[in-house]
């Protein structure tokens, strides 16, 4: 069994910077295709950034590219999203995933919510003005 773990989310003013982690416990988190998603009630859960399993690749939302990076450790089983630039449509829950199924014909960018397998709690972020 996979188990996902936030933290990181708090309070934040426009134009702050904040780190979110997710810690993975379970399985071969080297070789997970990881996510960050975000929702804001009512809405759909929205796509932020993704990575690859030894960190070469990753993708950006055109929301936050250029204000986010995501980030792994695999050697502590965590990942990252570190953002700057915060604006107050950027509060929401942010969500960590994990696509644990190996499938190299589909790239990063085509994985949506749908292709991953186990989610964390969430991590609410909040940027005031």
């Known amino acids: 069994q996979v188990h996902l773990v936030e933290s990181g989310g708090r309070l934040v003013q426009t134009g702050g910077s904040l780190r979110l982690s997710c810690v993975v416990s379970g399985g071969a988190f080297s070789s997970y295709v990881m996510g960050w998603f975000r929702r804001v009630p009512g809405n759909e859960r929205e796509f932020v950034a993704a990575?690859?399993?030894?960190?070469?690749?990753?993708y950006y939302a055109a929301s936050v590219k250029g204000r986010a990076t995501i980030s792994r450790d695999n050697s502590k089983n965590t990942m990252y999203l570190e953002m700057n630039s915060l604006k107050t449509e950027d509060t929401a829950v942010y969500y960590c995933a994990a696509d644990t199924r190996t499938r190299p014909y589909l790239s990063v960018a085509d994985r949506g919510p749908g292709e991953y397998d186990y989610w964390g709690q969430g991590t609410q972020v909040t940027v005031s003005s």
């Open positions: 990575i690859n399993g030894n960190g070469g690749y990753t």
